[in-house]
């Protein structure tokens, strides 16, 4: 059974800095893997998708990685600002062939931005 | 945003009582889901359709079951509600096999 662990649960840092958001997941074969952020009371916001074929994803300020090998994904934003501030949850498909099947989520990261 | 509409957004309803959710969608996608999330679990599949009348079981289905007679609309029924299925539920959907999900906005049920 797929498992995906977010490191770490929780994390508050000053407007401006680069951050990394760790992700990692127990099976490696997985369709692809996906970035959401949250916001409280709110439905998931995807952020970037990487297939399993891809190293890397960029969207604007954020940059996500993957490591099948080592069952790691990251998501970097740089230059942070308080309007970041969300949870951020990373999710894996699983390669089952029919590619329709659900993801398994992490329990997410809650980030706090300070202004 | 993808068109995605949940509804009811808000329901208290009684142990033993059915409960119906639905998920309505504009985009015409093929795939849809239906997640439930508590802080305790996080997110969790209850189950998904991969075309109309073609469903499938998720990781926690047991006590739901779900319908799917238009591309547009995808149901979720609790068949008699337990207090254990207080939870915010999820809806998202799919173009395709290697595109991303999106999600509505969710459904907070509360069973008394």
């Known amino acids: 059974k797929q498992e995906v662990t977010q490191i770490p649960a929780a994390l508050s840092v000053p407007e401006g800095e680069n951050l990394v958001l760790n992700c990692s997941f127990t099976?490696?074969?997985?369709?692809?893997l996906q970035w959401f952020r949250q916001d409280p009371g709110k439905g998931l916001t995807s952020l970037l998708l990487?297939?399993?074929?891809?190293r890397e994803q960029t969207s604007g300020r954020l940059n996500a990685s993957l490591d099948k090998s080592s069952g790691r994904s990251t998501l970097y934003i740089a230059a942070s600002q308080p309007g970041d501030s969300a949870t951020y949850l990373c999710a894996a498909r699983p390669y089952s062939g029919g590619g329709a099947d659900g993801l398994t989520f992490g329990k997410g990261t809650h980030l706090i931005i300070q202004p | 945003d993808a068109g995605i509409t949940q509804s009811p957004r808000h329901k208290v309803t009684e142990t033993g009582t059915p409960v119906t959710l639905r998920c309505h969608q504009t985009?015409?996608?093929?795939?849809m889901y239906w997640y439930r999330q508590d802080p305790e679990h996080g997110l969790r599949l209850i189950h998904y359709s991969y075309g109309v009348k073609d469903t499938d079981k998720g990781e926690v289905s047991d006590g739901y079951s779900v319908s799917r007679s238009k591309t547009e609309d995808f149901l979720l029924t609790l068949e008699s509600a337990t207090s254990s299925q207080t939870s915010v539920y999820f809806c998202a959907i799919s173009e395709s096999d290697n595109q991303p999900q999106h999600f509505g906005d969710g459904t907070r049920l509360s069973i008394l």
């Open positions: 985009e015409n996608h093929r795939y």
């Open positions: 990487i297939q399993s074929s891809q």
């Open positions: 099976d490696s074969a997985i369709y692809n």
